[in-house]
């Protein structure tokens, strides 16, 4: 049985259904900090399989303690904790201490199971800011530049430091570029409790019309169009990595690191004018300064994923961006429930239907 941390968030929830449909068992510890039940209730309605769920927080060592002892957990995938990097330069200690200090938990809590095979999801911001593209995982470029990005990159070296202590630990850290998309069902993607931080959030809510305009941070970076460019890879094939990471690791011991990414940089007007061509809605730019410790661009040598563990992602740009508008047109208020017209589920389920299949 697997445990999924984060379970109910956006790439959590992804990859329980991606293991319920490989026939694994699961449960899912979360404490909707940045979720919601409903998501699981449709991982449920989509593979008619139904994940254990445990309500609480990984940094809490009797939670875990007592959901080793109740599930037969022989591995985890750790998705849960903290990602907007604007609220961590404002909250540095909520951040280090949910970040690191709940994969710390979660990892005493694990060796006190006898569980010792762990997936981390890991960020290619700990790279820092890299001249020299593609990225590939011996890259060291420099440190991360907030506290998010630190607590990915301490939360990494914690990891080393206990695979190199103990050689029963088997551990894959999985560094992502830039997640999007969603679920080609309409019925699972990103519902961000906030307002988004990140491009695409962004960008389908103004084409929604629920924010005037995108705003551009930045036209005079060194890259072909002077906006920033982005290695952008598709939830789907984010989770079959994390698939394929499992079954390496449950062969072998140590710790590893791999780069998830397409290995194609892409600008942010690129990106608005193919959601345009694709949507055939137009986007209202506002163009504003660069935004703080952003980088220039940012695109991975994903040739190790490829070696070692077999995987590649399979799906463009395109895709990503129709399936992440299907999702959007489906459930424009995500998983919060539309006033007057019963569950958000119920909606995408009849405009999923009413939506071409590709
Ligand atoms: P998300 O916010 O949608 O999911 C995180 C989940 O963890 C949520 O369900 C939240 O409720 C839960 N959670 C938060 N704090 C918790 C706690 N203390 N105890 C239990 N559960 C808790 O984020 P996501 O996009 O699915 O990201 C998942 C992981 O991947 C995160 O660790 C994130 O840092 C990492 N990551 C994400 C991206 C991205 O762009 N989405 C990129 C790189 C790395
Ligand atoms: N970006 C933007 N407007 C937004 C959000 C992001 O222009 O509202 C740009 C950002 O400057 C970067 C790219 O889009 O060049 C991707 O940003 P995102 O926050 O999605 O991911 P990051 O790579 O920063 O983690």
Redesign the pocket.
């Known amino acids: 049985m697997i445990l999924v ?2 379970g ?5 929830a992804h990859a329980v259904l991606a293991l319920l449909e490989a026939g694994e068992e699961v449960v899912v ?7 919601s039940p409903e998501a699981l209730r449709r991982v449920r309605r989509i593979s008619r399989r139904k994940p254990a769920l445990v309500v ?4 809490n060592r009797s939670v875990l303690d007592d959901l080793f002892k109740r599930f037969p957990v022989d591995a985890v995938m750790h ?5 907007a990097v604007g609220e961590s330069v404002r909250q540095p200690l909520r951040y280090y201490d ?2 690191v200090g ?1 994969s710390i938990n979660l990892c005493q809590a694990m060796a006190y199971a006898g569980v010792f095979t762990l997936v981390f ?3 290619a911001t700990v790279y820092g800011d890299c001249q020299r593209m593609p990225i590939d995982e011996q890259t060291a470029c420099g440190h991360p530049t907030n506290p998010y990005g630190q607590s ?1 990159l301490m939360t990494e070296q914690v990891l080393a430091s206990l695979a190199q202590a103990d050689d029963r630990w088997s551990i894959g850290v999985l560094r ?1 570029f ?2 999007v998309g969603a679920h080609p069902s309409g019925l699972l993607g ?1 519902s961000p409790k906030a307002v988004p931080s ?1 491009l695409l959030p962004y960008l389908l809510r103004v084409a929604g019309g629920q924010l005037p305009a995108l705003p551009v941070f930045g036209n005079d970076y060194p890259t072909p169009d002077g906006t920033g460019v982005r290695d952008y890879i598709h939830v789907l094939d984010l989770v079959a990595g994390h698939l394929d990471t499992l079954a390496y690791l449950r062969r072998s011991s140590g710790i590893r690191a791999w780069n998830l990414g397409t290995g194609l940089g892409y600008s942010v007007l690129e990106l608005v004018h193919a959601f345009e061509r694709i949507s055939g809605i137009s986007v209202p730019l506002d163009m504003r300064e660069r935004r703080p410790g952003d980088v220039a661009k940012c695109w991975a040598d994903a040739t190790r994923a490829r070696e070692e563990l077999g995987w590649v992602a399979r799906r463009d740009l395109d895709t990503m961006l129709r399936d992440a508008w299907h999702w959007q047109r489906a459930n424009p208020t995500g998983y919060s429930k539309m006033p007057g017209s019963g569950t958000a589920a119920k909606v995408a389920d009849e405009r999923a239907s009413a939506l071409p299949l590709r």
Not at 8 to 12: D, K, N, Q, V
Not at 79 to 83: D, E, I, M
């Open positions: 941390t984060g109910a968030g956006y790439l959590g510890l979360d404490n909707f900090a940045n979720s609480g927080d990984v940094r998705f849960a904790g903290l990602k949910t970040n709940g999801s890991s960020s990915k992502y830039n997640p990103e990140n």
